[in-house]
């Protein structure tokens, strides 16, 4: 009988310590860690380009959205290839070739992205269509963003993107405002 009590304070006691310990924060912290992991990795990749504030973009009613590759701007004051200061605009509209020699070899020299670029996509699109069998594998030509104001003049426009599908961007884009679709 005395042996039976001594086990219940043993057991009494196990189950006071039990009580006391709180609860356990260890499966919460690794929900809050997946959950700021997955925040901070969606909120960093912005799938379409913003326009500077100095440019405003046309409106269009656009199915796809722009691609991430080589960016060129064109501004009432300057044209701008990835940032860079390239030529002043009025010298552009003011030339009389139709391929502006600055943009072109700005555009050479940022040839490399461009493929890098394509080769990804290119990639991403096989990894796609992994099963199926027959298609062509051809390199994804070099692309080019044009981020333009609205007030530029097509003659300008013009001579911009001959100058880049003269430096070998045969894939040239013209960046806009998607508005909503009518119908």
């Known amino acids: ?9 043993r057991m009494a006691r196990s189950h006071k310590r039990k009580k006391t310990q709180g ?3 260890t499966s919460l912290m690794d929900v809050f860690t997946i959950l700021v992991f997955f925040l901070l990795t969606n909120t960093s990749s912005n799938e379409a380009l913003e326009p500077p504030k100095v440019i405003t973009l046309p409106d269009s009613v656009v199915e796809t959205k722009p691609r991430e590759t080589v960016t060129l701007m064109v501004t009432d004051e300057e044209i701008l290839v990835e940032s ?6 009025s010298d552009v509209i003011n030339s009389e070739e139709r391929i502006i020699e600055a943009i072109k070899q700005a555009m050479i020299s940022e040839m490399d992205k461009a493929i890098l670029v394509a080769s990804n996509e290119q990639d991403e699109q096989q990894a796609e269509t992994a099963g199926e069998e027959g298609e062509d594998q051809s390199a994804l030509p070099p692309e080019v963003n044009i981020l333009a104001d609205r007030t ?5 426009l013009k001579k911009v993107m001959s100058s880049c599908t003269d ?3 045969t ?8 508005k909503a679709a009518q119908g």
Request: charged residues 20%; proline residues 3%.
């Open 84 to 89: 860079k200061s390239i030529v002043a605009t």
């Open 167 to 169: 430096a070998g961007y």
């Open 152 to 156: 530029i003049p097509f003659s300008l």
């Open 23 to 25: 609860m356990n924060l």
């Open 171 to 178: 894939k040239v884009s013209l960046a806009v405002i998607q």
């Open 1 to 9: 009988m005395k042996r039976q009590s001594r086990r219940m304070k």
